[in-house]
């Protein structure tokens, strides 16, 4: 088991480095440079740009040397700690990601809490009492949740919120807090401002996650090793906890790694409209202004995270899943 | 009947099955899967119940244990159980059955072995974790005595390194080893009564003969009584005292297995017996079969329930009226009108 774990661990390095030269590649894709949409961005101000001025700014940034260059630079930078600064904020990057990494990793696993304590137990619930009245509820609420955009979602709960409630819903912290550093206050403000995103861009996970754990179970009922636990007198629910359950957590753990990039993706437009200072909108800003210093170590973390992800998730497997442990035992 | 028996043995039975009925009531109609069985398990016997796939041997099992799956319920009938220090059995049919009383009773007093030992362990804990569960569940011992007594246990079914064996996977142990520890896994809290649904069919023939002759040395040591559930005449002339013949969901015949095989009644009974293959057989000879195969549960022959594959049924009574299982000798019962006269009001 150990020289599978470290045979994983070298694989999954090589595939973050698969993953910079990727991000760096497609950050290069569109047409044009930094400089292009900077001086787009002067033009339409009324500012006149010399074509000098533009050579200076791409010399000035190394954007006239070759893509691989550019790379490489880039590279060894990072290898020191330094990713570089930002062409738009010009300020270093890690201190525009800083802490919003933090916040949108916050956000994130309470939208995964939020998920599986509430796909679990109604999945569970649906497939052992399966054709009931609440299964059908369950079922029905939940293809509701999935086929709503999570932005409506977040439109609605805002107007609703602010037509009843006269409560302005948005951002993660109280006006208050906003410029204050950090204290028990401002993370307990936090705390509180965290469940209706997660509310927001957990339901479609939790629809899904419902349907998957129900079918999964199901499939595990079957097995005759249910009834051979039935039948030593060991009580329904504890029965179920422990043999199919268990069983059927598995693909939950195999996704595990995907679930971090998907809510970041997923919750650009979620959080534009609830203005969460999080990675999304970041990152969407930096690709729209070319600024690739910054969109790159954004791809390139959400990558490092994946991998991250699915390492853990592999490890978890293996640890729970006996098969699996003696299958990648060599 | 139940009082012939009683008197020819002089103890009352250690399971009396009354008119057990179990249907399963799907969208497509109500399947009879148990209709109306009716048999006794005496106290250290062993009882085979034999028949065709679908005949309802297993849902017979399942009842008894109260785990029958929904749809499926059981309708009517009694389940009698007698126990240690109680005056009067208790009718195992109308307990709660997800109650502690009928929960005590599964594992501790009826365990159950059945066909699939690939499959009947969770492969997600070791062998021990499962019998020590069942111990635990059913005894107040610390792990550590269970732990030792399932080691044990382990050593009496046979099995080699019980202390190595004890804490690997179902999946790194051979289909025979694990039907090895499943019957372990029952025996662990000294069950009255051991339930082998096909417990040798999924094995291969050497296999099958060794979990045949450890089961049948078990139950000569523990004295427990043994209900074997399985279409395979060899093995019920090999390990049983009585036999139950089912067609249907419901018993045609029932006696003890010498008369059974050398003089039997039902017309069932003799084709189930005139279909297994001899070694004096004629060689390139075909072997007989029944006629016709089992009819659609949800398209039962009225009458006698095997009057249509029957070679003897008799047009105007077999498919008019519904036999019941009388006596044809002291121990020796059959439903069938070729040995009694069929009741004079035909059901409606």
Not at chain 1, 274 to 281: A, F, K, Q, R
Request: aromatic share 8%; hydrophobic share 45%.
């Amino acid at each position: 088991m150990l020289t599978y774990t470290i045979r994983r661990f070298l694989l999954a390095l090589l595939t973050i480095w698969a993953i910079s030269v990727l991000s760096f590649a497609i950050i290069q894709l569109p047409p044009g440079d930094y400089v292009t949409a900077y001086i787009a961005q002067l033009a339409s101000s009324g500012v006149d740009v010399t074509p000098e001025f533009a050579e200076n700014l791409r010399q000035q940034y190394g954007l006239d040397s070759p893509v691989y260059v550019q790379y490489l630079k880039w590279m060894q930078q990072i290898s020191r700690g330094n990713f570089g600064r930002s062409l738009e904020w010009r300020v270093p990057v890690l201190d525009i990601i800083g802490d919003r990494l933090w916040l949108t990793m916050a956000v994130s696993v309470s939208a995964v809490l939020f998920t599986w304590g509430l796909a679990l137990p109604i999945g569970i619930y649906s497939a052992v009492r399966q054709y009931s009245i609440a299964d059908y509820i369950f079922t029905f609420i939940g293809f509701i949740g999935l086929a709503v955009p999570s932005f409506l979602l977040a439109l609605i709960l805002m107007y609703v919120g602010f037509r009843y409630f006269g409560a302005n819903i948005g951002g993660l912290f109280s006006p208050e807090y906003l410029q204050a550093d950090w204290s028990l206050g401002k993370l307990w403000d936090l705390i509180k401002h965290l469940p209706l995103p997660a509310l927001i861009l957990g339901t479609a996970g939790t629809a899904q996650l419902i349907r998957i754990m129900r079918a999964n179970l199901l499939d595990e009922l079957r097995k005759p090793y249910v009834i051979t636990a039935r039948a030593k007198g060991m009580s329904e629910l504890r029965l179920i906890l422990k043999y199919p359950v268990r069983a059927a957590m598995n693909p939950f753990i195999s996704t595990l790694g995907y679930l971090f990039p998907f809510i970041i993706s997923g919750s650009i437009i979620v959080a534009l409209v609830l203005g969460l200072p999080t990675i999304g909108p970041l990152l969407l800003r930096a690709l729209v202004a070319q600024d690739m210093f910054l969109a790159g170590t954004i791809v390139l973390f959400l990558g490092i995270l994946t991998v991250l992800g699915t390492f853990i998730s592999d490890i978890l497997l293996m640890w729970v899943d006996p098969r699996i442990r003696f299958e990648r035992r060599e | 009947m139940a009082d012939q028996i009683a008197r020819a043995n002089g103890q009352p039975p250690m399971l009396t099955v009354e008119g057990l009925k179990t249907y399963f009531f799907t969208d497509e109609g109500t399947v009879r899967a148990v209709d109306g069985a009716s048999f006794e398990v005496q106290a250290g016997k062993t009882v085979g119940i034999v028949g065709e796939s679908g005949c309802g041997k297993s849902v017979t099992a399942l009842s008894i244990l109260r785990i029958v799956e929904r749809p499926g319920r059981i309708v009517a009938g009694q389940i009698l159980l007698r126990r240690p220090n109680a005056k009067a059995p208790v009718d195992l049919a109308l307990l709660e059955a997800e109650g502690a009383e009928i929960r005590a009773i599964r594992g501790g007093e009826i365990a159950l072995v059945f066909q699939e030992p690939m499959t009947s362990f969770s492969p997600h804990y070791t062998i021990g974790n499962q019998i020590v569960e069942t111990i635990q569940l059913h005894q107040d011992v610390g792990k550590e005595e269970a732990r030792n007594r399932t080691i044990e246990l382990l050593r009496m079914v046979g099995i080699p390194n019980p202390e190595r064996r004890i804490d690997e996977y179902p999946f790194e142990l051979s289909g025979g080893l694990r039907q090895r520890m499943m019957i372990a896994m029952a025996l662990s809290c000294n069950p009255k009564i051991l339930i082998a649904d096909e417990p040798t069919t999924a094995l291969d023939v050497t296999t099958q003969a060794q979990i045949l002759d450890l089961l049948r040395d078990i139950q000569q040591r523990t004295q427990m009584s043994v209900i074997i559930i399985t279409h395979d005449m060899g093995v019920i002339a090999e390990m049983t005292d009585d036999v139950i013949v089912m067609y249907l969901g419901r018993v045609v015949e029932s006696g003890p297995v010498d008369e059974i095989f050398h003089q039997p009644k039902h017309p069932y009974t003799q084709a189930l017996l005139r279909s297994i293959p001899s070694i004096f057989a004629e060689p390139r000879t075909k072997l007989p079969t029944i006629a016709g195969s089992i009819p659609h549960p949800h398209n039962r022959p009225t009458g006698c329930p095997f009057h249509p594959r029957c070679a003897e049924a008799m047009p105007g009574i077999c498919d008019r009226h519904e036999p019941r299982l009388r006596p044809i000798s002291e121990a020796h019962f059959a439903s069938c009108f070729l040995y009694h006269e069929p009741e004079a009001a035909p059901p409606s």
